[in-house]
């Protein structure tokens, strides 16, 4: 739904709670989420929350999983992502390297359909630290 004169609309998925999608000034008001910040959001909580549920079926213990995603855009319209950046910050006691590169593989050839609808289309390049 469009709110106002500007730019902005109200999203509405399923019986959640609306989401104000706004742009910057003068376009917009600068009061929501921007769309490719929706996109970021999208990957990032999609690609962490299969990475935690692989490392957990590894036996893993994860107590906590954030994600930290950039994108760097093109420089002409349109004006979408060339590239993306994945930090993975996974609290784990027992998570090790061959565990974390694994889940996160799984997650991106198999598991987030974010990721695997991007992938081709935009470079996406993947960190992690265990804490």
């Given amino acids: 739904n469009l709110i106002n004169d500007k730019i902005k609309f109200e999203g509405i998925a ?22 490719l910040e929706m996109l970021l959001l999208s990957l990032a909580s999609c690609s962490g929350a299969t990475v935690a549920l692989m490392l957990r079926r590894m036996h893993k213990n994860v107590s906590g999983l954030k994600v930290n995603a950039c994108g760097i855009r093109r420089e002409e319209h349109p ?45 996406i390049n993947t960190e992690y630290k265990v804490q």
Avoid: H
């Fill in 79 to 123: 004006l979408g992502f060339i590239s993306i950046r994945l930090e993975f910050l996974i609290n784990s006691t027992d998570a090790d390297d061959e565990a974390v590169q694994k889940a996160i593989k799984l997650s991106e050839d198999t598991y987030c359909p974010v990721w695997a609808m991007l992938k081709g289309n935009v470079e």
């Fill in 14 to 35: 399923g019986t959640n709670e609306p989401i104000i999608i706004d742009y910057t000034p003068p376009i917009g008001d600068g009061e929501g989420i921007m769309p």
